[in-house]
């Protein structure tokens, strides 16, 4: 029969062998979830993409999908009811995905559109990605923020343009310009508001070039941007 002594030595040893392998059985762990995360990054995956183009419905826009590090993944082009389609080759780490509309018609106004609307898609969960002035205000407001077009930032971004410049966009009809699905029920209101926030730009593009200083759309939107990182509109954003 063990003593008490016999007993507290083998105590001693199962306690030392307890601390050696409870770190190694965390390490073993953490490297099995570095596999699994390096695995789901680099598995290649097909996605059907779909959306609107409008600022006023923009029909032969031609959409450029553009993974997180600039790689073109793939182009449609938007059809006679400004709708596009498309299917894309996506690694997890991919994302955010960056759309761009470039081209087409606006059959508002007639002619091609008066500034590059982008967009972006954050999570392999999105398949819906509209494009529009307001997705293209919300990433250029992400995109001043630290850390750039993150999930966290683009909702902040969404929440400030959407507060400040949502032109009577309704929340029940659209409750997020990016990834609600536009139909019969809701077109009429986002075009509606989409023109506004367009003719918004349009207007202070001719007043600051009628002053002397000639801009474009693109840059006033993205003046526009870095203003309301703060989520103020006052001129004091990002620089």
Known sequence: MMNLQNIQGWLKRLI????????????????????TSAATAATVTDVQLSGSVGDGPVTGATITAYSSTGDVLGT??????????????????????????TGGTDLVTGTVPDFEMVSVITSPSDKIVNINPFSTLIV???????????????????GYVMGKLGFGLSSLAVPDPITTVIDDDNVAEIVKASEALGEMVRRTRDRITGAGTPVDGDTVLAALAGDMVDGILDGRGAS
């Open 76 to 101: 449609f082009t938007s059809d006679s009811g400004a709708s596009f389609r498309g299917l894309v080759k996506v690694k997890g780490s991919h994302y955010p995905l960056r759309l761009s509309a």
């Open 16 to 35: 030392l062998l307890a601390a050696v392998l409870v770190p190694l059985t965390g390490c073993v762990l953490e490297l099995e979830d570095e596999a």
């Open 140 to 158: 250029g407001v992400a995109e001043s923020m630290p850390g750039g077009l993150s999930r966290s930032n683009v909702d902040t971004a969404m």
